[in-house]
């Protein structure tokens, strides 16, 4: 069984950073796509970005130049670095994985995400 635990989340002003860790167990990691999805009060789960498993990145338009995805093979652990954070950012924040050997990262939809994470929740100030 795969597990998923975010963490790293927190409140920060408009303008910081921060950098959310998501530890993976259960299979091996290097062989999977992982994404970030995050959830706003009311608002549908939205997909950020996602990192294939050799290393190929996609981005949602709001987040490109802010965000990056990074996976550490060697820890199984899948990380979001956020930089210049705006107040649209705030979220309940999800790490994901495919259940596909080696697939691709054409399609981002929630559905194409076969595990998930508890969530970690962002807040960002104004």
């Known amino acids: 069984q795969v597990q998923l635990v975010e963490s790293g989340g927190g409140l920060v002003q408009a303008g910081g950073s921060l950098r959310l860790s998501c530890a993976a167990s259960g299979r091996t990691f290097s062989s999977y796509a992982m994404g970030w999805f995050r959830q706003a009060p009311g608002k549908e789960r939205e997909f950020v970005a996602a990192?294939?498993?050799?290393?190929?990145?996609v981005y949602v338009d709001s987040v490109k130049g802010r965000f990056t995805i990074s996976r550490d093979n060697a820890k199984n652990t899948l990380y979001l670095q956020m930089n210049s954070l705006k107040t649209e950012d705030t979220a309940v924040y999800y790490c994901?994985?495919?259940?596909?050997?080696?697939?691709?990262?054409?399609?981002?939809?929630?559905?194409?995400?076969?595990?998930w994470g508890q969530g970690t929740q962002v807040t960002v100030s104004s």
């Open positions: 990192i294939s498993w050799n290393g190929v990145r």
């Open positions: 994901a994985a495919k259940d596909t050997r080696y697939s691709g990262i054409e399609n981002n939809a929630s559905t194409s995400y076969r595990f």
